[in-house]
């Protein structure tokens, strides 16, 4: 069993930084592979970005590519999304997730069998 909880998000201008945080608890963090998910206003929950077990692969929707970065450190439980050059269109409750097979990355949701309660973030001027 493995609890996330999400920590980080807030109201942001356009163009400016936040990084969101995922702590995990359970020893066996280092071999899940991790996801961010997000669910804008009034939309489905969409796929942000995903990384494996060692953080040696990523990958991310293309709306994200070049302005999010995921990254993870084993040694705190924890996994991160930076993210950089914000549009009111990123204003959404972001989601982490796991998933206990980590040597690939994951792109859906039905694929993780755990989840974070979520953090708002909302990019608006």
């Known amino acids: 069993q493995v609890q996330l909880v999400e920590s980080g998000g807030g109201l942001v201008q356009p163009g400016g930084s936040l990084r969101l945080s995922c702590a995990a608890s359970?020893?066996?963090?280092?071999?899940?592979?991790m996801g961010w998910f997000r669910r804008p206003p009034g939309q489905e929950r969409e796929f942000v970005a995903a990384?494996?077990?060692?953080?040696?692969?990523?990958y991310y929707a293309d709306s994200v590519k070049g302005r999010f970065t995921i990254s993870r450190d084993n040694a705190k439980n924890t996994v991160y999304l930076q993210m950089n050059s914000l549009k009111p269109e990123d204003t959404a409750v972001y989601y982490c997730?796991?998933?206990?097979?980590?040597?690939?990355?994951?792109?859906?949701?039905?694929?993780?069998?755990?989840w974070g309660q979520g953090t708002q973030v909302t990019v608006s001027s």
């Open positions: 359970g020893r066996t963090f280092s071999s899940y592979a």
């Open positions: 997730a796991a998933k206990d097979s980590g040597s690939v990355y994951y792109t859906r949701i039905a694929q993780y069998s755990y």
């Open positions: 990384i494996t077990w060692n953080g040696a692969y990523t």
